[in-house]
């Protein structure tokens, strides 16, 4: 019987999810990191292969974990993708992958973990958002979309479980440092309009995100919301957390021209 507290975090192979494992697993949680790739135990993190798209890998997974420890108290839903392409050079094919992981995958985990913690009547699960998540995205119109659905599933079932004493956080970071620039799906159909924007994309997006902030930041804040005692449901975190109070007194106009300007588009 294991007497820490059982942490499972997905998308644990880099990024955010990585540093979180490991500063949960430094702070006395029994960690499980996942990827989609085999990888063995580091840091006090025990891997297990997780592909969030796919159904029969999220029950086998939970299914894997529960056979250990009998229990799960804080679930980080953390894998994530994302595009680089505006909408209408965006397949439909590609923005049902992105909401397969960034949304339905959250759904999967969260659905496969809910009836321990209700029988346990308590846990914890935090939601990997974004700033993007509250403000639309430029040129990642689809990931932008699959987080603003991640706000409005995660505040509906914050008040749900309310009664079970289950409670559900969401982390809104603006652009940090991690791996996230090197897999972004691009434009797959094209159209001459959207010549020179298609030309600055993919590069600017990748450079906020090479210059971003320091993910530790975020580990660390997740670590905080992890612990506390009454957590809130939402966290911004990073240099462009005063984004969305920007967005609600700048005019449209401006506001528009600066969403361009950002990205260095046309
Ligand atoms: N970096 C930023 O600026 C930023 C800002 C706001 C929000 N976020 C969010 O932060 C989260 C983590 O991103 P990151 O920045 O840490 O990027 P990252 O370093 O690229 O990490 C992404 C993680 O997601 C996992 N993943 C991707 N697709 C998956 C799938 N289908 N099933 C299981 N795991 C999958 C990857 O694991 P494998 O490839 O090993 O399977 C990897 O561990 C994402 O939800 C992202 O939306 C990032």
């Not at 930041?217 to 997740?222: D, F, G, S």
């Amino acid at each position: 019987m294991i007497n820490k507290k059982v942490a499972l975090v997905t998308g644990a192979s880099s990024g955010f999810g990585q540093l979180t494992a490991h500063l949960l697993a430094q702070e006395g949680y029994c960690v499980f990191g996942t990827s989609r790739k085999q990888h063995s135990a580091s840091q006090g993190v025990e891997m297990l292969t997780l592909d969030v798209k796919s159904d029969e890998s999220v029950q086998s997974c939970i299914k894997q974990l529960l056979a250990q420890t009998n229990r799960i108290d804080l679930l980080i839903n953390n894998a994530g993708q994302i595009h680089a392409s505006v909408i209408e050079e965006t397949s439909l094919e590609q923005a049902k992958d992105i909401f397969e992981t960034n949304f339905w995958g959250v759904v999967r985990l969260t659905n496969a973990v809910l009836p321990t913690m209700r029988q346990q009547r308590s846990g914890h699960v935090i939601n990997m958002s974004s700033l993007a998540g509250l403000v639309g995205a430029v040129g990642q119109g689809f990931y932008s979309a699959s987080k603003f659905a991640l706000e409005g599933y995660s505040e509906a079932l914050s008040v749900e479980l309310d009664p079970f004493n289950i409670k559900v956080s969401l982390i809104e970071p603006g652009y940090f440092k991690t791996n996230f620039n090197h897999d972004m799906s691009q434009a797959t159909s094209t159209y001459a309009d959207y010549d020179t924007v298609r030309e600055v994309l993919p590069s600017s997006i990748s450079q906020v995100i090479a210059h971003g902030d320091n993910p530790e930041k975020v580990a660390r804040m997740i670590l905080r919301v992890a612990q506390s005692q009454s957590p809130r449901l939402r966290y911004r975190v990073g240099n462009q957390a005063w984004l969305p109070a920007l967005r609600a007194i700048l005019p449209d106009s401006l506001f528009r021209l600066s969403a361009r300007k950002f990205l260095n588009l046309p």
